[in-house]
């Protein structure tokens, strides 16, 4: 499942439906929880996706068929892309296209019970064997600017995506081919039909060496963010998350490609499931060590009613980290793309939640009013803290989700699964509305997506840096059962002129149990403050905490909140 040679660490995403759910308010949050079965077959990141220098083919040039649009678009290959005649294209006709095949039952793609049987036989293994030929990348022949290399289908996405090229107004059909790929002989894709169909595509640095970007599989896409390393990945739509029903995945179904002629590119897409359709356009521009920048504009169209409506879905994988060492099965000392949920409230507080990896499935709902941005955050970037030079935690990027029109009343909710390994992605965050999410609605959204190495919002107060836990009572002497000390860093900002004595005090709230021995201190040595408490809470219900540092009336950090369980 880890592909070390790339430094790329591929997973199954989850999805699945989870049984015996129970609805109850736990202090800070609502909780929902149930058993979760696990499907695993939403997305599957084959490693030749992500070049690594030195290991990338020559790009070549592209062959414009009759009818295909001229320009950079030129020919010289026995490999070649060919193209269908123009037809019109814009964003209002794509919304009016979403919105008719909302008034209509969905159809799922026709895939013959042949091909269904040979793709079948491509899994991981397989899929990693098959290569697209460097010679008929999109726009390989014309730089700088992004150039746009295709997926084949397999196992784990065998549903075909339309792919169109855009020149203005005018779109043309991207055919799909056989001999576009290089497959090795024997290999069971050889013997899929012709028509077969793309799976995505992955968009490449302007040396053509190494992917950024790639759509694959239902409405999923990422990006490798400004360190040039993938992680977490981004959705179009989550329905039905962690509900007592079965998860649905609508997927993009057809793609239109455009290069925005300042090196960024724009994919519309067409989203198709059986509760909604949309309509979206991704503008997406690298901005190298800043990291990469998407505007999005969504039209969705409920086809029916969904109990659960994820917008600006978020997916990532936290297996451990510092607040539970105990967990720490495997030699590395942290696992994870991301450590933490944060939340720019409406209000203007800004909100810090450590991720868990807990003994059930939870759902934990921050309601809201017009927020600012949420986003899943990788805050620790020390390489000490992982010791893995072949996956790079350090590197993976946070992904902050800044709505650019105000989305009113509902919530952030906060989807995080068992799991014991990294292969998994167990954690997922979005924005649902308040308001039921009816057959018929329809939603027009306009979002920003910052693939960063922190949040790119305006912060004064002290920040969470880490969360540790472990035996409660004092060094010394005896420390009573089932008390579990806390331990959190704050970075320091705000607090600079204040010293011990000065003051600077924690305020702590828990939905249950006692707090004692609580102590807030600079560290010595460092610009860290450090707020210590112990918790003394047993049973099976999980216990909601939340704290801030306060000096003079004062609020000088972020709010912590967390979710402990003492079982």
């Known amino acids: 499942m880890l592909d070390r040679s790339e430094g790329r660490c591929d997973r199954l995403k989850f999805a699945g439906r989870?049984?015996?759910?129970?609805?109850?308010?736990?202090?800070?949050?609502?909780?929902?929880?149930?058993?979760?079965?696990?499907?695993?077959?939403?997305?599957?990141?084959?490693?030749?996706?992500?070049?690594?220098?030195?290991?990338?083919?020559p790009a070549g040039q592209i062959h414009a068929a009759a009818g295909s649009p001229t320009g950079h678009l030129s020919a010289s290959d026995k490999h070649t892309l060919t193209f269908g005649t123009a037809e019109p294209f814009s964003f209002d006709a794509l919304k009016a296209q979403a919105r008719t095949l909302a008034a209509r039952p969905y159809q799922p793609p026709a895939i013959s019970d042949a091909d269904l049987q040979i793709l079948d036989q491509i899994g991981y293994d397989q899929h990693n064997r098959i290569r697209f030929r460097a010679s008929a990348t999109l726009w390989g022949d014309s730089r700088p600017g992004p150039a746009v290399r295709f997926f084949h289908p397999g196992r784990y996405f065998k549903e075909p995506v339309a792919l169109h090229v855009l020149e203005g107004d005018a779109a043309r059909r991207i055919h799909f081919a056989r001999d576009l790929f290089d497959i090795p002989e024997g290999h069971p894709a050889r013997k899929l039909s012709s028509d077969v169909g793309f799976a995505g595509f992955r968009v490449l640095d302007e040396k053509q060496e190494r992917d950024w970007m790639a759509f694959l599989g239902a409405s999923y896409f990422r990006t490798s963010g400004p360190f040039d390393q993938f992680g977490l990945s981004a959705r179009g739509l989550a329905i039905d998350t962690a509900t007592a029903g079965a998860e649905s995945f609508p997927r993009f179904s057809r793609f239109w490609l455009a290069r925005d002629g300042e090196g960024g590119l724009v994919t519309y897409a067409l989203l198709e499931g059986a509760a909604v359709t949309g309509a979206y356009r991704i503008a997406s521009r690298r901005r190298h060590e800043e990291g990469v920048v998407q505007e999005i504009e969504a039209a969705l169209y409920l086809r029916g009613d969904v109990q659960r409506l994820g917008i600006a879905p978020l997916t990532s994988m936290f297996w451990y980290g510092k607040p539970y060492r105990a967990m720490a099965v495997d030699w590395r000392p942290e696992i994870h793309d991301s450590d933490g949920l944060a939340i720019w409230t409406g209000a203007g507080e800004h909100i810090w939640r450590p991720l868990n990896n807990p003994p059930r499935v939870m759902v934990n709902a921050f309601l809201d009013k017009d927020p600012k941005g949420f986003g899943l955050m990788q805050r620790e970037r020390d390489f000490e803290q992982y010791q893995d030079d072949g996956v790079f935690y350090e590197k993976r990027p946070s992904l902050w989700v800044e709505p650019l029109a105000p989305w009113g009343g509902?919530?952030?909710?906060?989807?995080?699964?068992?799991?014991?390994?990294?292969?998994?992605?167990?954690?997922?965050?979005?924005?649902?509305?308040?308001?039921?999410?009816?057959?018929?609605?329809?939603?027009?959204?306009?979002?920003?997506?910052?693939?960063?190495?922190?949040?790119?919002?305006?912060?004064?107060?002290?920040?969470?840096?880490?969360?540790?836990?472990?035996?409660?009572?004092?060094?010394?002497?005896?420390?009573?059962?089932?008390?579990?000390?806390?331990?959190?860093?704050?970075?320091g900002r705000g607090l600079e002129g204040l010293d011990r004595d000065s003051g600077v005090a924690a305020v702590i709230e828990a939905g249950r149990g006692k707090i004692d021995n609580v102590a807030v201190f600079p560290v010595v040595g460092t610009s860290r403050w450090r707020a210590m408490f112990d918790l003394d809470a047993d049973g099976p219900e999980p216990v909601d905490l939340r704290m801030f540092l306060r000096h003079e009336g004062k609020t000088l950090s972020e709010t912590w909140v967390f979710q402990h369980f003492p079982e």
């Open 410 to 491: 509902g919530a952030v909710q906060l989807v995080e699964i068992p799991t014991n390994d990294e292969v998994y992605d167990n954690i997922g965050a979005f924005w649902v509305p308040a308001a039921a999410a009816t057959a018929g609605r329809e939603y027009l959204l306009r979002y920003r997506l910052h693939w960063v190495a922190q949040a790119p919002v305006p912060v004064s107060v002290a920040r969470v840096m880490a969360t540790r836990t472990g035996n409660g009572g004092v060094p010394g002497r005896l420390r009573p059962e089932g008390v579990i000390k806390f331990v959190v860093d704050f970075d």
């Open 18 to 57: 989870p049984t015996w759910p129970t609805e109850r308010p736990v202090g800070m949050a609502i909780g929902f929880f149930g058993r979760f079965c696990f499907v695993l077959a939403c997305l599957f990141w084959a490693p030749y996706a992500f070049a690594a220098p030195g290991n990338a083919l």
